[in-house]
């Protein structure tokens, strides 16, 4: 059967440290990386994430099954005048 809407991908985002859904996403294939088999961080509700696992990997997997979970650690940024 054909399909006339462009096939999404629902990712699932984890947060790495407490295992819990950040959350649940529709997109495009095209708004997703081919390949996160390098460092990558995210952008998420205005807090910056680093991408610690993904699975499946490369897009021709995820866009295949329309699913991909991401694994996250929140990036803390520390300002220079607070190091000691």
């Known amino acids: 059967m054909l399909s006339f809407f462009k096939k999404t991908i629902e ?9 819990k859904t950040i959350g649940l996403s529709k997109m495009k294939p095209e708004q997703l990386p ?9 952008q998420i ?3 910056e994430w680093q991408v610690i696992n993904a ?5 021709s997997d995820f866009i295949r099954s329309g699913k991909l979970t ?3 650690k929140s990036i ?7 190091v000691r």
């Open 45 to 47: 509700a205005g807090k």
């Open 55 to 59: 699975e499946p990997v490369y897009s």
């Open 34 to 42: 081919d390949a996160f088999d390098k460092p990558t961080t995210l």
């Open 70 to 72: 991401i694994h996250l």
């Open 11 to 19: 990712v699932n985002f984890i947060d790495e440290v407490s295992g």
């Open 76 to 82: 803390e940024h520390v300002h220079p005048q607070n």
